[in-house]
């Protein structure tokens, strides 16, 4: 089984070709959106090329999910994710830091979970859980 060391210079490599960035800049906290300019189309090269490196089937949605709490599903008020909805995001999202997000919920800051950081530990364990 690779380690978290490994995985990250796998994806280093893996961010590096699919949105142009140098390999410094994939940093373990480094956001894909915010930090790394990754578009909505980039998640679907990500999503291949961590399946095709690590071996990995990730589903649609389990990786990035859609739609994580938008006005009217009663996990956001007003622009900001409410305890329910904090609730959905930590069982969506298991590898994501929810509980530095819960300290500014809003609804537009929900892509800066999508982290580095989560990458590996959600490799870590797909691989895991394929050995």
């Given at each position: 089984?690779?380690?978290?060391?490994?995985?990250?210079?796998?994806i280093?490599?893996?961010l590096?070709?699919?949105?142009?960035?140098?390999?410094?800049?994939?940093?373990?906290?480094?956001?894909?959106?915010?930090?790394?300019?990754?578009?909505?189309?980039?998640?679907?090269?990500?999503?291949?090329?961590?399946?095709?490196?690590?071996?990995?089937?990730?589903?649609?949605?389990?990786?990035?999910?859609?739609?994580?709490?938008?006005?009217?599903?009663?996990?956001?008020?007003?622009?900001?994710v409410?305890?329910?909805?904090?609730?959905?995001?930590?069982?969506?999202?298991?590898?994501?830091?929810?509980?530095?997000?819960?300290?500014?919920?809003?609804?537009?800051?929900?892509?800066?979970?999508?982290?580095?950081?989560?990458?590996?530990?959600?490799?870590?364990?797909?691989?895991?859980?394929t050995?």
């Amino acid at each position: 089984m690779a380690t978290n060391e490994e995985i990250l210079g796998k994806i280093q490599e893996i961010l590096a070709n699919a949105l142009g960035v140098d390999d410094e800049e994939v940093t373990p906290s480094a956001t894909l959106v915010g930090d790394l300019g990754a578009e909505s189309i980039d998640f679907l090269d990500i999503v291949f090329n961590l399946e095709k490196e690590f071996d990995i089937k990730i589903k649609r949605g389990e990786l990035f999910p859609e739609n994580l709490a938008a006005e009217g599903d009663g996990l956001a008020v007003d622009g900001i994710v409410t305890e329910d909805g904090l609730t959905k995001l930590r069982e969506r999202l298991p590898h994501a830091d929810v509980d530095g997000f819960s300290e500014d919920p809003k609804v537009e800051n929900i892509q800066d979970l999508f982290t580095i950081d989560m990458l590996v530990k959600f490799v870590a364990a797909k691989t895991s859980d394929t050995q």
